[in-house]
């Protein structure tokens, strides 16, 4: 089946399937302080699945609906951390100001090496796209007066957001639990919203056909370049979130490492599911901390055995499964 | 600071040396399979490690020969795996060599832990050449002399023998050389595998060099992929100027401001990305 009749067989779907799992997750999302607790996980795990969730849907936008591999994703979500890290510590205590600097030094820096690199493809792009991540990586790493080297950066806090009555107190876990669900909420509806506009359907297109697109007329370096550029201002804005959670940021929030745990999110998800890549981050992320809680020095190996048995046997991911499932 | 400059030189060409040879089969595996290899600094770090445990049994030179092979060994079993993911969205090669890196690092750091271990060396090769040039010893006059044969080795080998021939034909048309009759997957796995056998015979020299730890790998793997970008994918006379170029000029920058020594090699990629997309020696169009 083409993509473009599973397009249009959801679209005839009725109501209540369209919506009902939307429904579902936005309900285990608002309640998730109340149950996850009980789990055995606690609140900021459940912030952190959305702090990933969101880099790594922010990713997907580039890897699973225009088809063009980055693993170099990390550098933008670790500028993210460190421009709102920066600007709390040094500038001004304000978290407005610093998810909006953080997601600019991230969302830029992407969409000025993005023009250096759109012509290459595959796995050159990919490639270039790693080795240029590691610049920030460096950077951070050995400028200890400023960036706080290889400890991370230190001596900043969330601050409350609003004035006076209308103040809203997030410095503690579950208030910013929910702080981080709206900032999501609204990042993934504009999301949503650019994948379902022509411009979305382009990205497909070129996904689907690059030459055929060509020949359409499309300017395909454009779209991928926008496209890049998109897609690191969503994980730039995750990795302010990121920062703020943490009320640090360290330098492996920029190693090419954390870039490979996004692209394995997307991937563990489904890729070419709208929500695959926050599935696959709260089962990465979860898993990651039980094991490396459970496992302090082995656990490195159950990952990456665990990355490859899912490239192996679910290259399609847990969402693109049961998709193929119910289509069938 | 003739000698200060000497020996910052000598330092450079001995880490440009192992970029070389970490590079060669990168781009080896890259050039043919369409593959970047992550686990390769790890192949590395196998390859001392084997090398430090076969010179209590066999002794230096013994374990410098076989260390080598059992990393290609090791190879040859990693390739088959590979195998299932050629054909599919380069994602999934990435991820696999991804996770294998993963596996490797996690299984070294539990078997000989995270302390690194020293290897005793023959005495020939610890004494220095000369009393005013301490810092060059004869081991690392051994070590460049290896380099040197195993890359004009490597590069006869390409040129002259049936095999190479039909690497460097993969190279540029994978799907015609199938057609014409000659076993693509056999030429893959034994490229594979000389690629690690290259990875392995880096880390067997870095015993004497970089201390052994599970991930001494690391930092070199980042270096080579820059020395491929730099000298032109699909070249490895590229990769190799390449790998020299960047040893040399961060070594060079280390003698002047060491916190730039590795900013230095990015900023050298972002100029060739700016001035010359295809990288020094490239041809437009491959790979890419």
């Given at each position: 089946m083409s993509s473009a009749t599973a397009i249009a067989a959801r679209d005839e779907q009725p109501l209540y399937r369209r919506w009902l799992p939307l429904a579902v997750m936005s309900l285990a999302l608002i309640t998730a302080p109340l149950w996850f607790p009980r789990l055995g996980g606690y609140t900021a795990l459940a912030s952190g699945v959305l702090v990933f969730g969101l880099a790594a849907m922010?990713?997907?936008?580039?890897?699973?609906?225009?088809?063009?591999?980055?693993?170099?994703?990390?550098?933008?979500?670790?500028?993210?951390?460190?421009?709102?890290?920066?600007?709390?510590?040094?500038?001004?205590?304000?978290?407005p100001l610093a998810i909006l600097v953080g997601t600019l030094l991230g969302g830029l820096a992407g969409t000025l090496f993005g023009l250096l690199i759109v012509r290459r493809r595959g796995v050159y792009f990919a490639m270039c796209t790693i080795a240029f991540g590691q610049i920030f990586y460096y950077i951070a790493y050995k400028w200890n007066d400023f960036t706080g080297g290889f400890d991370g950066l230190r001596g900043f806090h969330r601050e409350p957001i609003g004035f006076g009555a209308l103040a809203f107190?997030?410095?503690?876990?579950?208030?910013?639990?929910?702080?981080?669900?709206?900032?999501?909420?609204?990042?993934?509806?504009?999301?949503?919203?650019?994948?379902?506009?022509?411009?979305?359907?382009?990205?497909?297109?070129?996904?689907?056909?690059?030459?055929?697109?060509r020949f359409l007329g499309i300017p395909v370096e454009r779209?991928?370049?926008?496209?890049?550029?998109?897609?690191?201002?969503?994980?730039?804005?995750?990795?302010?979130l990121y920062a703020l959670l943490?009320?640090?940021?360290?330098?492996?929030?920029?190693?090419?490492?954390?870039?490979?745990?996004?692209?394995?999110?997307?991937?563990?998800?489904?890729?070419?599911?709208?929500?695959?890549?926050?599935?696959?981050?709260?089962?990465?992320?979860?898993?990651?901390?039980f094991l490396s809680s459970a496992l302090p020095t082995e656990w490195m190996a159950f990952l990456g055995a665990i990355f490859m048995l899912s490239v192996l046997f679910f290259p399609r991911g847990m969402l693109g499964m049961l998709k193929r499932r119910g289509v069938e | 600071m003739l000698t200060l400059i000497l020996y910052n030189v000598t330092n450079g060409l001995m880490l440009g040396a192992f970029y070389v040879l970490m590079a060669l089969g990168l781009s080896l595996i890259l050039n043919l399979s369409n593959v970047i290899n992550f686990a390769h600094g790890n192949f590395l770090a196998l390859g001392a490690y084997m090398a430090l445990e076969l010179t209590k049994v066999v002794g230096f030179w013994g374990a410098f020969l076989i260390a080598p092979l059992l990393t290609a060994l090791f190879g040859v079993a990693v390739e088959l795996l590979m195998r299932f993911v050629y054909r599919r969205d380069p994602v999934y090669s990435l991820l696999l060599t991804f996770g294998l890196a993963f596996v490797m690092q996690g299984l070294m750091l539990w078997w000989w832990g995270p302390t690194p271990q020293e290897m005793h060396m023959v005495p020939a090769l610890e004494a220095p050449v000369s009393a005013d040039l301490f810092f060059i010893t004869w081991y690392r006059v051994f070590m460049v002399a290896i380099v040197i044969v195993t890359v004009i080795g490597v590069f006869a080998f390409l040129r002259y023998t049936r095999v190479g021939l039909r690497i460097r034909a993969g190279t540029l048309d994978l799907d015609t050389v199938s057609a014409l009759g000659v076993n693509v997957k056999l030429l893959r796995t034994f490229n594979f595998t000389m690629g690690c056998l290259l990875a392995g015979l880096s880390g067997v020299l870095a015993t004497g060099a970089i201390g052994i730890n599970p991930n001494m790998g690391d930092d070199l793997l980042m270096p080579s992929f820059i020395a491929i970008i730099i000298g032109g994918v699909g070249s490895l006379t590229g990769t190799l100027f390449g790998g020299l170029l960047i040893g040399v000029t961060a070594a060079l920058t280390a003698a002047v401001y060491p916190a730039a020594s590795e900013v230095v090699i990015f900023v050298m990629l972002v100029l060739v990305l700016l001035i010359r997309p295809r990288g020094l020696m490239g041809e437009e169009g491959m790979l890419t």
């Open positions: 922010g990713l997907n936008l580039l890897l699973g609906f225009t088809g063009v591999l980055s693993f170099g994703h990390a550098a933008y979500f670790g500028l993210g951390a460190y421009g709102a890290g920066l600007m709390l510590k040094y500038v001004a205590p304000s978290t107190d997030i410095t503690n876990d579950t208030p910013f639990y929910y702080f981080t669900l709206l900032v999501f909420a609204i990042a993934v509806a504009l999301m949503g919203l650019l994948l379902r506009s022509p411009f979305g359907r382009t990205l497909r297109a070129i996904r689907e056909n690059e030459r055929r697109a779209h991928i370049w926008l496209s890049f550029s998109i897609s690191c201002f969503f994980t730039a804005l995750a990795g302010t943490n009320n640090f940021a360290d330098p492996l929030a920029l190693h090419y490492s954390q870039s490979g745990y996004f692209v394995i999110m997307a991937v563990l998800g489904g890729m070419r599911s709208f929500w695959g890549p926050l599935l696959g981050a709260a089962v990465f992320w979860v898993l990651k901390d | -």
